[in-house]
């Protein structure tokens, strides 16, 4: 009975839960668009995930919420990705109309094609990283995983991109 009493004072309250919704709704939601690139899947999946800490509101530390909002999103946004995969049908892709010969002369249009060819870990990592400025520990606890696993993704994906937008043809 004491130790329900001690989760309880520990849990999120309503006030704290809707302040978590003002401070980390619109970073969860640039996380999320940054990865699908659409804008009413993105609210739904931002949606989905504070549906998901409201259902939890009671068992989720009022300290670690952020912490929490985030790997939920990461979660919620794994799940969409995976369905997406499954329901693609190619025989109804219009090849040419996903094409171009635009040459891009903008070096962030340029880091977006390069972050979209990243494998959806190295993007996570790094876009929680370096656009939203969480530690290394964070990220650990978000995408479960551990922290030299972090660096490494980390160090991977800024490779790439270092190597991506240093290539001449791309800026040409």
């Known amino acids: 009975m004491q130790r329900l009493n001690i989760i309880t004072l520990l849990s999120l309250t309503i006030s704290e839960y809707n302040q978590c919704v003002d401070e980390y709704a619109d970073a969860v ?7 699908i690139k659409d804008k009413d899947n993105a609210k739904d999946i931002v949606q989905d ?6 259902i939890k509101v009671e ?5 670690k919420s952020k912490s929490y909002l985030f790997t939920a999103a990461y979660h919620t946004l794994i799940d969409f990705t995976r369905k997406q995969k499954k329901q ?12 171009h010969t635009k040459q891009y002369s903008d070096i962030k249009e340029i880091l977006n094609a390069g972050l979209d060819q990243l494998p959806e870990i190295q993007k996570s990592v790094i876009l ?7 530690d290394y520990a964070e990220i650990g606890q978000i995408t479960g995983l551990s ?11 800024r490779n790439f991109l270092k190597n991506y937008i240093g290539r001449m ?3 040409v």
């Open 29 to 35: 939601y640039r996380f999320i668009l940054k990865h």
């Open 49 to 54: 995930t504070f549906e998901k800490m409201w």
């Open 59 to 63: 068992t989720i530390e009022a300290t």
């Open 88 to 99: 693609t049908n190619f025989s109804e892709v219009d090849f040419n109309s996903h094409s």
């Open 128 to 134: 929680l990283r370096d656009y939203e400025g969480y």
């Open 147 to 157: 922290e030299s696993q972090v660096k490494v993704y980390i160090f991977r994906a």
């Open 169 to 171: 043809e791309v800026l």
